[in-house]
Nanobody, 126 residues
């Protein structure tokens, strides 16, 4: 499956932004989806994951209560709604797909994801 992330941009602290991840070339509903991010000078980190069934989600503590991951299997799309953005949310955001068994602990690990999008830049200014 090929993934393309979009929706990034420059926003102010406290604003909202919705990222989209478009999937093609595969059966989208068989993949668990994840969002990861990489800030300048830092390693890539887990943000959120959603199981193929749409009913199971997991968030990093740093975004819990502010970000919402969702998906629309009929449209082959995954989303990351980001509210109350903070300066520390500035990063390149990547969507990723995993065709394994979803698990709230394991599905935070980026090595499980074998398909990655190109990333979209999110910059939060004060």
């Amino acid at each position: 499956v090929q993934l393309q992330a979009s929706g990034g941009g420059l926003v102010q602290a406290g604003d909202s932004l919705r990222l989209s991840c478009s999937a093609s070339g595969g059966t989208f509903s068989k993949y668990n989806m994840g969002w990861f991010r990489q800030a300048p000078g830092k390693e890539r980190e887990f943000v959120a994951t959603i199981a193929r069934s749409e009913s199971l989600t997991k968030y990093a503590d740093s975004v819990k209560g502010r970000f919402t991951i969702s998906r629309d299997n009929a449209k082959n799309m995954a989303y990351l709604q980001m509210d109350s953005l903070k300066l520390e949310d500035t990063a390149v955001y990547y969507c990723a797909a995993d065709d394994g068994v979803w698990n709230p602990l394991h599905s935070m690990r980026e090595f499980l994801y074998n398909h990655w999008g190109q990333g979209t830049q999110v910059t939060v200014s004060s």
